[in-house]
């Protein structure tokens, strides 16, 4: 119970701090950008007319492109696997490695997520929408769910050989 409410206040609290003017000036826009950038340097490495504007990606050649907006870049993904570690009871050290391990999870799978919806949107709008809105969301949450629970198995794991 303790663990449950822990998360839920570090949830909100969290949203809440994401969505301050300081927290969008500074961090979430130039991380969308960031995101955007990364992405098009990807794409370019086989597709060179790929380029990135900010928070949007576009073809070049198509003029098809697709805007990273929020809940689009990560960021939620990371908070709500950030509460969830911080809720559990572990060591810091432990929380830092989940840190670091869950941001880059969640991360790789989420410039997959844009490449992908960036091609299915030049391909076909009825499956890029459904993508969009169910099964990359349902992806990236299953991706949060999967790194906290193979993080708790190896904070288990961790204690264990410790109290050994």
Same mark, same amino acid.
């Given at each position: 119970?303790?663990?449950?409410?822990?998360?839920?206040?570090?949830?909100?609290?969290?949203?809440?701090?994401?969505?301050?003017?300081?927290?969008?000036?500074?961090?979430?826009?130039?991380?969308?950008?960031?995101?955007?950038?990364?992405?098009?340097?990807?794409?370019?490495?086989?597709?060179?007319?790929?380029?990135?504007?900010?928070?949007?990606?576009?073809?070049?050649?198509?003029?098809?492109?697709?805007?990273?907006?929020?809940?689009?870049?990560?960021?939620? !993904?990371? %908070?709500? $696997?950030?509460? @969830? &570690? #911080?809720?559990?009871?572990?060591?810091?050290?432990?929380? /830092?490695?989940?840190?670091?391990?869950?941001?880059?999870?969640?991360?790789?799978?989420?410039?997959?997520?844009?490449?992908?919806?960036?091609?299915?949107?030049?391909?076909?709008?009825?499956?890029?929408?459904? !993508?969009? %809105?169910? $099964?990359?969301? @349902? &992806? #990236?949450?299953?991706?949060?769910?999967?790194?906290?629970? /193979?993080?708790?198995?190896?904070?288990?794991?961790?204690?264990?050989?410790?109290?050994?």
């Amino acid at each position: 119970m303790r663990f449950f409410l822990l998360f839920l206040v570090l949830v909100v609290a969290l949203f809440v701090a994401e969505l301050t003017p300081p927290a969008q000036t500074w961090v979430v826009v130039p991380w969308t950008a960031l995101l955007a950038k990364g992405c098009a340097t990807l794409l370019s490495l086989v597709d060179p007319s790929v380029v990135a504007d900010g928070r949007v990606l576009l073809h070049g050649q198509s003029g098809v492109g697709v805007s990273i907006e929020a809940g689009c870049n990560g960021v939620e !993904a990371c %908070l709500i $696997l950030l509460a @969830a &570690l #911080i809720a559990y009871p572990a060591s810091w050290r432990a929380r /830092l490695i989940g840190v670091a391990a869950g941001f880059a999870a969640i991360q790789v799978a989420n410039v997959l997520r844009i490449i992908t919806l960036f091609y299915l949107a030049d391909w076909n709008r009825a499956v890029f929408e459904f !993508a969009h %809105l169910y $099964l990359w969301q @349902a &992806l #990236i949450m299953l991706d949060v769910l999967v790194v906290w629970l /193979l993080w708790m198995r190896w904070v288990a794991r961790q204690e264990f050989a410790r109290a050994a």
